[in-house]
């Protein structure tokens, strides 16, 4: 049984034009592979500005006309070209779009649920389920004539997630659902996700919140730079030890409630020869500067770093590099070892501070 | 120090349904205070009438008593949640930031400003990038006061540990008072001296 979504190697770049007609190729996702199992959710997490709506925009085929895109989707075993993603989106994958100015502010909402029909007999069929569906979301029957303006932001994100639903897809994909919501807000689309995937449907969630990742995911990808660089099991993130990236530690260390702590430098604004993370990464090795590392698979955990050495299925490493990783990886071992030591003196000395 | 103060503040966008009645608080120089509530409750308006962005209010805002010239610098900054929407989009970066003021390079260094980012256009910076660019431009030597509407919201968690420390140390060495507003609690109880609950100042 193939996977309900695979994208392989994907990159997107933009064609833009600097000082009259000079053409400039701006990259902005870089070698990105990712997959989705039915009854799964996927979270893909990443700063604002690292290029993850284009993942979703190229799931749907609407990204814009100066786009350039090589690597392929694959959904239920098949291929997407442009032609099959314009006749599957809006029914078997559907999308909740980031913002809600995604309304159309001059139909009222039950229409824009609803969308085209053929003729009376589906229009009927369509509205009853449109009810249904708003229904089921708190939404009563003085909602469907009201206009985008005139609903609240909880609304409106409502309606958006009853839209996506209405046609009842195999796959959402929803694009930042959460920002700007209060607190009982997010609780809601919380568990709307979650009961998708019990009803059996993928969803891949596109996010920056790692708490809302966190609290609804099976596996979060970190994206950092347009290119992925670790995914992981959601059990791992509840500590920072398990995770293998530097950065994917220094993002879960800097939530307030883990210690707020601080890491210095930014992303880099254009490619860079090496590793994106480079410049501001604590155990980069020499080679890292001008080698891109690959997205590997190390202990059921896709990383991509020098540090780590592939395992898994294809044990056939050649023995040169073998050799070359195994002392990286035996200081890095040492290193967690003498920190381990220093957690049990600190231990120790709790104890005996309880005992006192 | 200085003291600023909201009070009685009332306000509504339409006759029929007020947003604000009868809000005070005041928040002193060396102060960070946090401000909560619902997405809607009427928040960024208290914001932007003590920020001087809107004047028909009813109610005062005042620094040590006395009302707020609003000709020339205004001492209240108000910083937003969404930087790319409040940057002229054919200036670039460094004249966005000449505007306000042109920053001493230990501050440009502080919010780690880099140089080559200043002959880019607003669209071509990131979200986390462009809010340095927004802070350090409310950051004029003329302010007493910086409100933050939800200035992090947008960012991821690194992000926001830099951006947040380094107003942090710049307000404190520089007797700035901050109020902070935002939806995360986990957010506010790390940075702020106190919080507020938007709920239980608004008396509608």
């Known amino acids: 049984m193939g996977k309900l979504l695979e994208v392989n190697n994907l990159s997107i770049s933009f064609t833009q034009y600097v000082q009259g007609l000079n053409r400039h190729d701006l990259k902005v996702i870089s070698d990105l592979s990712i997959d989705i199992d039915e009854s799964e959710i996927v979270a893909v997490l990443g700063s604002s500005g690292s290029g993850k709506s284009l993942l979703a925009h190229t799931i749907l085929g609407i990204l814009p006309y100066n786009a350039h895109v090589t690597g392929d989707v694959n959904f239920k075993g098949q291929i ?277 | 120090m200085m003291k600023l103060k909201a009070e009685n503040i009332s306000f509504s966008y339409n006759k029929k349904r007020p947003i604000l009645k009868d809000i005070s608080l005041s928040l002193e120089s060396n102060q960070i205070i946090g401000l909560i509530g619902d997405s809607g409750s009427g928040k960024s308006t208290l914001c932007k009438i003590m920020a001087g962005y809107i004047t028909n209010f009813t109610g005062d805002v005042t620094i040590d008593g006395k009302e707020i010239s609003r000709n020339g610098f205004d001492p209240v900054q108000l910083i937003f949640q969404h930087p790319e929407k409040t940057m002229n989009p054919k200036w670039k970066m460094e004249k966005v930031l000449r505007e306000s003021w042109i920053p001493p390079q230990d501050l440009k260094d502080t919010f780690g400003l880099k140089d080559n980012w200043l002959t880019r256009w607003p669209s071509e910076l990131s979200g986390g990038e462009l809010q340095r660019f927004s802070i350090l431009r409310a950051l004029n030597p003329q302010t007493k006061f910086i409100i933050a509407d939800e200035i992090s919201t947008m960012l991821d968690a690194v992000t926001q540990v830099q951006i947040w420390e380094a107003l942090i140390k710049h307000c404190r060495a520089n007797d700035i008072g901050i109020l902070a507003v935002s939806h995360d609690k986990d957010l506010l109880d790390v940075i702020c001296d106190d919080i507020l609950y938007f709920k239980e100042l608004n008396h509608l």
Do not use: W
């Open chain 1, 80 to 356: 997407l070209d442009q032609e099959k993603k314009e006749k599957i989106r809006g029914k078997e994958i559907c999308l909740i779009p980031q913002s809600v100015n995604f309304l159309d502010p001059l139909m009222k909402v039950s229409q824009q649920a609803v969308g085209e029909c053929k003729d009376d007999n589906e229009r009927k069929e369509k509205e009853k389920r449109q009810r249904e569906v708003f229904a089921k979301y708190g939404l009563d029957e003085s909602v469907d004539d009201l206009y985008p303006f005139e609903l609240s932001g909880g609304m409106a994100r409502k309606v958006l997630l009853s839209t996506a639903l209405l046609n009842d897809p195999d796959l959402l994909i929803a694009d930042e659902p959460t920002p700007g919501l209060d607190a009982k807000s997010v609780e809601e689309t919380i568990q709307d996700i979650r009961s998708l995937k019990e009803h059996g449907k993928g969803v891949l969630l596109i996010t920056h919140e790692i708490d809302v990742a966190l609290r609804t995911a099976d596996r979060i990808a970190i994206f950092y730079s347009g290119y992925v660089i670790e995914i992981n099991k959601v059990e791992n993130f509840l500590n920072s030890e398990n995770l293998l990236h530097p950065y994917t530690k220094a993002l879960v260390d800097a939530l307030p409630k883990n210690g707020f702590k601080l890491t210095e430098g930014v992303q880099p604004l254009e490619d860079v020869p090496g590793c994106p993370y480079y410049e501001n990464c604590p155990i980069r090795l020499d080679k890292c500067q001008n080698n891109k590392p690959e997205l590997i698979e190390h202990d059921g955990i896709m990383i991509r770093c020098f540090n780590f050495k592939e395992t898994g299925s294809e044990e056939v490493v050649s023995e040169e590099t073998g050799s070359e990783d195994v002392v990286s990886e035996e200081v890095v071992s040492e290193e967690t070892g003498s920190e381990d030591v220093v957690s049990e003196e600190d231990n120790n000395e709790e104890e005996i501070n309880d005992e006192a």
